[in-house]
């Protein structure tokens, strides 16, 4: 069958959760048997999100090859396990960076380059070169922002212009919020007509509307929506409060939506929906038979999803073991060798986070020495494998100095150096280590025990790497490396087989942890973390 596109588009307010329907509507009609993918539109001006502040925008998520994504990709991934690409990410910025050099060379042979027609028909080629390649069914684009902002003006003419081209291929879902107002004791639809009315005034009408709402619609509620935005009732999709993000997509099968989906498409259902495993999981995650308390130390606590990734496989980890995973989020920047034992006491593991720069560093590696001296189960991931590095370093080889050139580019020991093909590199975006690297993992470490092969892929996001120089000192010592690149000989895994668990990792597995398929890692780590006893 020709390739059928979705497009997910937004309203009322921001943060309603457009990234969550699109990934629950794929994992529906991947169970139905369909092939599926995900798509980003963000409507902001830089090329990729690698050089956003994670306050600016939460985690950068990091593709097999090596795209820095928003965070939504990595949703996606955790509920389809379909992995994404830089096809799947694309922003305003990059849009103008690809239409100005086809400029520049010459391409449009001297003709006035606009937003209509040559930016938008560059979006329009993004959304279709997925389908295109043939490898996908349905192509399912959710539009960032809010209908109404400007910066999303060229993205919705784009699904204007597709959703005449294409005709019965093609519908739109709009997610919009419908308030409760307490004093009035009812739903209010007003918001919603109005969102689908600023849709509508840019040539697009909705064929689904999905009601973000902390109340059950009735069905005059619905039916009102339904008649004022010129779509069936049954065609307003309930999206009410749930205990988990993992529940939603039970919540669509119940609303019908992959069912109206398909209806509006012209598409026969393939097949059942096939969601026992997924209800499985939910099982596991909703009745945990133990508990578990872990840091993680890092520097971007305040805002939760600047860790996105690593709080769901804790998820996913969690539920593997039937256990509840208590994630408690401390500050490196306050940590000190005065409160670092009140900071981190009554927890059974210790995670230092990913990071880049000087803030917060020294109290990452007072987490580390903590987790060392005490036997605190540990996992470094990134800039949390240099630390634990830098901090053997200082306390057991004794390199008063040791640090990473990142961090102190005149220390005497770099325990931690710049990569040599980072040394001439002046830009910032894009740049790093990027994407899937194969491992050769030693046998008989305990990464061998964890993965159970000497074979292992992983994402990376770095320009720093241990300093092999050092490498017969650190063995000499006690701490081993686990992983190798099989190619540059860059140490990927560092452990202390000594400890009960202190494993390190140059790389991000979090990024390959999915609900159906929780990383090995986790798994280990939660569970060393339940053998601990504070």
Request: proline share 5%; net charge negative.
């Amino acid at each position: 069958m020709a390739t059928k596109y979705i497009f997910v588009t937004g309203g009322v307010a921001s943060s309603l959760g457009k990234g969550i329907i699109a990934a629950s509507l794929a994992r529906l009609l991947k169970a139905r048997g369909y092939t599926v993918t995900n798509q980003k539109l963000d409507p902001y001006i830089n090329i990729d999100p690698g050089t956003l502040n994670p306050y600016e925008h939460g985690e950068c998520f990091v593709t097999e090859d090596g795209a820095e994504t928003d965070l939504d990709l990595g949703h996606y991934e955790r509920f389809t396990g379909v992995p994404t690409s830089h096809a799947n990410n694309v922003t305003t910025g990059r849009i103008y960076q690809n239409v100005i050099d086809k400029e520049r060379r010459g391409d449009f042979l001297g003709k006035t380059v606009q937003v209509v027609p040559h930016i938008t028909n560059e979006i329009k080629e993004r959304i279709t070169a997925l389908g295109n390649t043939g490898n996908y069914e349905f192509v399912i684009t959710e539009i960032g922002g809010t209908v109404g902002d400007i910066e999303s003006y060229p993205f919705i003419e784009a699904v204007r212009q597709l959703k005449w081209t294409l005709g019965r291929n093609s519908i739109v879902i709009h997610l919009t919020y419908i308030p409760y107002l307490a004093a009035a004791g009812e739903l209010k639809t007003k918001p919603t007509q109005h969102s689908v009315k600023a849709l509508q005034q840019q040539g697009v009408q909705p064929d689904i509307i999905v009601c973000r709402t902390e109340k059950p619609l009735t069905r005059s509620v619905k039916d009102k929506i339904g008649l004022f935005c010129n779509i069936d009732g049954d065609s307003v999709i309930e999206d009410g409060d749930v205990r988990s993000i993992y529940e939603v997509p039970l919540k669509m099968r119940d609303e019908k939506l992959d069912l109206q989906v398909l209806k509006k498409l012209e598409v026969p259902i393939k097949k059942d929906l096939d969601l026992d495993n997924w209800e499985k999981f939910l099982y596991k995650l909703h009745n945990p038979e133990r508990e578990v308390n872990v840091a993680l130390v890092g520097k971007y606590v305040q805002l939760q999803d600047a860790y996105k990734s690593i709080t769901e496989a804790f998820i996913h980890a969690g539920a593997e073991l039937r256990c509840k995973v208590n994630v408690r989020y401390v500050n490196s920047e306050n940590l000190t060798a005065d409160n670092v034992d009140s900071e981190l006491g009554g927890q059974s593991g210790i995670l230092v986070a990913p990071g880049f720069g000087t803030r917060g560093i020294e109290g990452k590696i007072l987490a580390v020495r903590h987790a060392r001296e005490n036997n605190i189960p540990f996992m470094g991931i990134c800039l949390g494998m240099q630390c634990a590095v830098v901090e053997f370093a200082r306390n057991v080889l004794g390199y008063a100095d040791a640090h990473s050139v990142e961090i102190a580019p005149a220390t005497t020991h770099p325990v931690i150096d710049m990569m040599e093909e980072q040394k001439n590199i002046s830009n910032m975006g894009g740049t790093m280590r990027l994407g899937a690297y194969p491992c050769q993992v030693v046998k008989g470490s305990k990464a061998y025990d964890i993965y159970g092969s000497e074979h292992i892929s992983e994402r990376h996001r770095h320009r720093y790497e241990f300093n092999n120089a050092y490498l017969d000192d650190f063995k000499a010592h006690g701490m081993m490396p686990a992983g190798f690149n099989p190619d540059s000989g860059l140490v990927e895994i560092v452990e202390i087989p000594q400890h009960p668990f202190f494993v390190g990792v140059q790389f991000h597995p979090e990024y390959k942890s999915t609900a159906m398929h929780p990383h090995p890692l986790f798994v280990a780590f939660v569970n060393a973390a339940l053998t601990y006893r504070p």
